[in-house]
């Protein structure tokens, strides 16, 4: 049987709105997560290091967040640090301080 397109889009929207209040939780953590895999280039997955550059992984969310003010400030002494803390924002910081403090 041949369900017309239409009929089929609608069914398709309304399951994705039925999903949407459910992973709203969710989308709050892997939003964190994606933010914080940027890091993991140089810091390690999930921030825990393996070479030269410091761990991050359960270090504080304190820490980790006046860590990255300072660095976007220019007021803490970095190679390049200062650079990538300029693209985020308080709330994004304090997002990505929270994850890395929870591993
Ligand atoms: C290009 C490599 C690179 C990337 C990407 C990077 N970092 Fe760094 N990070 C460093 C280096 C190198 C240092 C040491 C300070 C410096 O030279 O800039 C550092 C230092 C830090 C420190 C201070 C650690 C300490 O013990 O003093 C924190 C916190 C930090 N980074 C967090 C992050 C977070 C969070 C991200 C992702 C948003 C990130 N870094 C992305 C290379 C990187």
New binding site residues.
Partial sequence: MRIPTPLVATGTLAAVLALLPATAGAGQVSRAAM??S??A???GTDGASPGA??S?AGKSATF?ER??KEFRAGTRP????DR?AKG?TDEEIEL?AEF?ASK
Avoid: R, W
């Fill in positions: 933010l914080a940027s890091c280039g140089c810091h550059i410091p991050i980790i860590a990255l970095a190679t390049v640090m990538h985020y990505i890395f």
